[in-house]
């Protein structure tokens, strides 16, 4: 026997009376979330995707929002990343952005009423790989003293390299003498070096003079960095930037360096009767050496300092300004300040990920390789 929809709605009228429910509740349970259908992901770049869907219900009150979801991980929901495309019902197209290259992402369509928020079906996209990069400087720490006869060696081999190739960036660490800064020997330990000379490139390996390996090491990096230093009264006003090419999971640190030119000083030399050595007949010690590149103040923590993970990922940039100050004009010109970005943890941490410096007056900006 069928029962008139008369009867039905009467009946369910005196169940909602006798058990006093309010017209807000009365409302949920005649109401339901809407029906979302997801259409395909297309005009996939390395960093977005076009996208879309179709609320087809309404499930009984106002489609207040829609759009899609996304994540890396599956089932995305509106509490990961999403687009809002109006609302009501019909159709709808969607633009994602902020996305990181050649990284598969998961993506659903969405719509939300008073109700509650509904899904639709699931797919997943992969991104372009990134074609930005940037030219390579290598960084190389030369571990150093004026009381080390055998650094003339490491000096000559530094001194070499600048004559062939000029795609490193070069920082003199100096070791109980009198150009020390004090946090030299917590870098120099730190990597477990015991003696010097030591030459560390881009902190990863030790280097020995061969011109090659540097070479090597200056493939085309995913990121890069811009640096601007001006020099007013007595103090300098840097502004370093750094560029992305993809993210980085385990984080990035900047460290910027000041550097300083021209410090006179006599430099140990066993190499004086050593006729096959760039020192030979120099004297021991050379007298009056002039010593450059020599670190004397940073503007970061002497291991760098982590940059916000927000500001890190394809084609974002990062800008930080810092100012040395008490510093003596006539200096202005034997000054230079280095910025370098290094690995905050995994496998590769600490090791160099680009490097630059420039001198008083100088503006640098991103080298980005064609």
């Not at 709605?9 to 309010?22: I, N, P, Q």
């Not at 087809?56 to 759009?67: E, F, K, L």
């Not at 070069?170 to 120099?188: V, W």
């Not at 021209?262 to 066993?270: E, K, L, P, R």
Request: aromatic share 10%; proline share 3%; glycine share 10%.
């Amino acid at each position: 026997m069928k029962i008139s929809g008369i009867v039905v709605a009467a009946s369910v009228a005196v169940l909602l009376f006798a058990f006093g429910c309010t017209k807000s509740e009365q409302a949920q349970l005649t109401n339901s979330v809407p029906a979302v259908e997801s259409h395909s992901i297309s005009n996939i770049t390395a960093t977005t995707a076009s996208g879309g869907g179709y609320v087809s219900r309404d499930g009984g009150s106002a489609v207040t929002a829609r759009g899609l979801c996304w994540s890396t991980a599956q089932q995305p929901k509106v509490s990961d990343s999403k687009s809002v495309d109006g609302s009501g019902m019909g159709s709808f197209t969607s633009t994602i952005t902020g996305l990181n290259p050649g990284t598969t992402y998961y993506v659903r369509a969405y719509a939300t009423n008073s109700t509650g928020t509904s899904y639709g079906s699931q797919s997943s996209f992969s991104t372009a790989a990134s074609n930005l990069k940037f030219e390579k400087n290598v960084l190389v720490e030369q571990y150093t003293g004026t009381w080390c006869g055998y650094c003339t060696r490491a000096i000559a081999q530094i001194d070499n390299l600048h004559n062939v190739n000029q795609k490193f960036v070069h920082i003199a660490l100096h070791l109980s003498d009198a150009m020390t800064f004090s946090q030299n020997s917590s870098l120099f330990s730190s990597f477990g070096f015991t003696g010097v000379p030591t030459v560390h490139a881009d902190r990863a390996s030790t280097w020995n003079g061969n011109v090659t390996a540097i070479v090597d090491m200056q493939i085309p990096a995913d990121a890069g960095l811009a640096i601007n230093v001006v020099g007013s009264g007595t103090s300098v006003s840097v502004t370093a930037q750094a560029k992305f090419a993809k993210s980085f999971p385990d984080g990035v640190k900047m460290s910027v360096y000041m550097l300083e030119d021209g410090i006179v000083a006599n430099q140990t030399n066993y190499y004086n009767t050593d006729p096959s050595h760039a020192f030979y007949g120099k004297g021991n010690p050379v007298p009056n050496f002039i010593h450059n590149n020599v670190l004397t103040k940073i503007g970061t923590d002497m291991f760098g300092d982590l940059i916000p993970a927000a500001e890190v990922g394809a084609g974002k940039v990062y800008s930080r300004s810092f100012t040395f100050s008490n510093i003596s004009a006539d200096k202005f010109s034997k000054l230079k300040v280095v910025a370098f970005l290094t690995h905050n943890s995994g496998s590769k941490q600490k090791q160099v990920i680009n490097a630059v410096a420039a001198s008083v007056g100088q503006n640098k900006g991103f080298v980005e390789l064609p």
